[in-house]
């Protein structure tokens, strides 16, 4: 994030280095950086599945929605499978780290 452009609205600038997911719009902490970087790959690569087939990347009979990440690997959307689970939101179909209750 530039903080020179949220100084005037925060009043302060950050100690600390954060993050924000281009695509989700998530923050992060600098050591969770990579987390950021995944999300916005798994959400362009879900972005794009659900453009071509017209239907959501998910485990079949998930009830948490989780990507499937192997419907992603068949149409080459991702190069490599991320370390954690993520899921797909029923707002605007954006992708999650957070487990749905």
């Known amino acids: 994030l530039d903080y020179t452009l949220l100084a005037p609205i925060l009043k302060a600038i950050p100690s600390k280095k954060y993050y924000m997911s281009k695509e989700t719009y998530d ?3 600098e ?3 990579h987390i ?3 999300l916005d790959q798994v959400q362009q690569a879900v972005d794009q599945y659900i453009a071509q087939k017209k ?3 998910i485990i ?3 009830p948490y929605r989780r990507v499937n990440f192997f419907k992603l690997e068949q149409l080459n959307l991702i190069n490599e ?3 954690m689970d993520f ?3 029923d707002q605007e179909q954006l992708v999650t780290t957070i487990k749905p209750k």
Request: no cysteine; glycine share 0%.
């Open 87 to 89: 899921y797909i939101t």
């Open 36 to 38: 950021a970087q995944a």
């Open 31 to 33: 050591e969770d950086k």
């Open 81 to 83: 499978r991320p370390e």
């Open 60 to 62: 079949d009979h998930d």
């Open 27 to 29: 923050l992060f902490e």
């Open 55 to 57: 239907e959501l990347p």
